[in-house]
């Protein structure tokens, strides 16, 4: 048996291959096609929750489709690290958007009651000292909570953990454009965790320098430096059908699916996705600065009327009735201040545009790689994908460098 013959039976399960393992009961190769009609009490089962991550922690039934290359498709070091930087990344933006979400409202709180005064006058308030206080109080926390995020920098750190978690993720991937190295797996694994190691060795060593590393990739004029693994060949289709089979699903498709659901609406599971909150923002901005000029306009034929009938009884005061139109002008000015410093913070309509921008080319890439025929447009297709992947990556952090809510 020549080295081709025995590779194909390193992928697809041949003899000396063994069994797979679900849900930890050995599984022989002869086994029933019939699955279990009912299943355990309290089992979970996939489908019903969103889920993140799955195509670095790829499922064991998966895994066992691919038995010549599941050391390539799912990397238990890589997948450790990978999950450090995942949670730092949430932790850090839980904590830059609510904190400064929080500092935009009671900084607000103490201007919105101020143009209340107005409106109510200062004697209404006189009576109400503990409103003022209190309002005046929020101010001091606002300026406060903005203190605290810059002295914790969560937002720089955000956008650290995304770098070094996304640029593993493309780390990853990028592998399988090096036919050569994904040879290696099938024919001389020890030869092929040799070489792994070593690039891995040589990524954790640049990582040391993550912040040098990600200013890097962010102003880069050249490209050369977004891919880790040189694009070679695959020496015929033996190994590269399964790893084109495996991509479809875990990086072609995965992505696609993932960016299409930050922009749709999602109905009752975790509130309004991107376009929602873009529309809603923009319309509350827009429509209360009109509502504010509209009042300021109201309130220069009250003063005008009030100069030109000088003597004439009005049905109102006029002063004061230009006083509560002032008032409720700034009320409403103040209202769409807030909700463009609102999608300031969270990067509207910027983050929603991009994310369709990228959404839209997967979905060209991906038809392309479905629709070729040859292992070298396949290979072409990868390349561009993570071609995409490494732009989007940095137009989500030349954005997010810039987000801030209040100062």
């Given at each position: 048996m020549d080295h081709r013959q025995s590779a194909r039976g390193r992928l697809f399960g041949g003899r000396g291959s063994g069994g797979c393992t679900v849900g930890g009961i050995a599984m022989k190769q002869k086994s029933s096609a019939?699955?279990?009609?009912?299943?355990?009490?309290?089992?979970?089962?996939?489908?019903?929750?969103?889920?993140?991550?799955?195509?670095?922690?790829?499922?064991?039934?998966?895994?066992?489709?691919?038995?010549?290359?599941?050391?390539?498709?799912?990397?238990?070091?890589?997948?450790e690290a990978f999950q450090f930087y995942d949670r730092q990344a949430r932790a850090h933006k839980r904590s830059f958007q609510l904190l400064g979400f929080s500092s935009l409202i009671l900084g607000l709180i103490p201007l919105l009651v101020a143009s209340l005064r107005m409106i109510a006058g200062e004697s209404a308030f006189a009576r109400m000292s503990q409103i003022s206080i209190l309002a005046e109080f929020c101010g001091v926390a606002s300026v406060c909570l903005v203190l605290w995020i810059r002295r914790k920098q969560h937002r720089v750190l955000w956008c650290q953990a995304v770098f070094c978690r996304e640029r593993l993720r493309q780390w990853h991937f990028q592998k399988f454009l090096d036919g050569k190295l994904i040879h290696l797996l099938v024919n001389e694994p020890a030869a092929y965790e040799r070489e792994l190691g070593r690039r891995w060795g040589e990524l954790q060593q640049n990582l040391l320098d993550g912040p040098g590393m990600m200013g890097e990739f962010m102003s880069a004029g050249s490209h050369r430096n977004d891919f880790f693994h040189e694009a070679v060949a695959y020496d015929g289709e033996t190994i590269a059908k399964p790893v084109f089979d495996a991509l479809r699903t875990l990086r072609f498709q995965h992505q696609l699916r993932f960016s299409r659901v930050k922009i749709e609406p999602e109905g009752e599971r975790t509130g309004m996705a991107l376009k929602q909150r873009t529309t809603l923002s923009e319309t509350v901005a827009s429509a209360t600065l009109a509502g504010a000029i509209l009042v300021t306009a109201l309130t220069f034929f009250a003063s005008s009327a009030h100069i030109l009938f000088h003597g004439t009884a009005f049905p109102w005061d006029p002063l004061t009735l230009t006083r509560d139109l002032s008032g409720a002008a700034l009320f409403l000015g103040l209202l769409s201040a807030a909700s463009r410093a609102y999608r300031a913070g969270y990067t509207l309509p910027d983050e929603a545009e991009s994310c369709e921008e990228y959404c839209d080319h997967v979905r060209e890439l991906t038809a392309v790689f479905e629709n070729v025929s040859s292992d070298r447009e396949k290979l072409h297709a990868m390349k561009h994908l993570e071609e995409e992947s490494a732009a989007e990556l940095r137009r989500f952090l030349r954005m997010k460098a810039r987000a801030t809510f209040v100062f």
């Open positions: 019939v699955a279990p009609a009912v299943s355990l009490a309290g089992e979970k089962r996939a489908g019903l929750n969103m889920e993140y991550n799955h195509d670095l922690d790829v499922s064991e039934g998966f895994l066992c489709a691919y038995p010549g290359i599941r050391a390539a498709l799912k990397d238990a070091r890589l997948l």
